[in-house]
């Protein structure tokens, strides 16, 4: 009868000494992003596309496709000018992309001013916090008048008189 496999070991570098010991708790999952947060994500992500990358990207591709036609590149033995192509193309994607972050970026600020994205924005750009960045407190209901005694009632036993 063959013996039963050895413990499993911890990785080399869970048992080193000095090396930080995470528990389930610590290692919690980012903060969700609220409803107003994914719109203005989603129609940043949509503007960056129409406004930015197609355009980008297909002046590029055109281009490549040029020079490639004029000469000035040499086009590829087997698949011609398809590979610069498509690489201006990759290449203009993202710096459609890229360049818009900073557009995207003052939209939270505009349109979702309050949440926690537009208050890293204005950390990084050395903005100041909203004045009334604290999150507002429902005001205490007024009972008044329903024959409950006000929340600020006087102790017993003194009088005051109407």
Not at 32 to 59: A, D, G, H, I, K
Request: hydrophobic residues 35%; contains cysteine.
């Amino acid at each position: 009868m063959a013996s039963p496999p050895p413990p499993m070991q911890p990785p080399p570098h869970q048992q080193q000494p000095g090396h930080p010991q995470f528990s389930d708790q610590q290692m919690q999952r980012p903060p969700q992003l609220t409803v107003e947060e994914q719109r203005v994500l989603r129609e940043c992500n949509s503007e960056s596309f129409w406004y930015r990358s197609l355009p980008v990207s297909s002046v590029l591709a055109a281009s490549a496709h040029i020079l490639v036609t004029r000469g000035a590149l040499r086009p590829n033995p087997r698949y011609g000018s398809a590979p610069k192509v498509m690489l201006g193309g990759i290449i203009g994607y993202f710096i459609g992309k890229f360049s818009y972050a900073e557009t995207c970026a003052d939209k939270f600020l505009v349109q979702a001013p309050r949440s926690m994205i537009a208050k890293a924005v204005r950390a990084r750009k050395g903005m100041p916090p909203l004045e009334d960045d604290e999150p507002e407190q429902p005001a205490a209901p007024q009972y008044s008048g329903l024959g409950v005694p006000p929340p600020a009632a006087a102790p017993a036993g003194t009088e005051t008189e109407p």
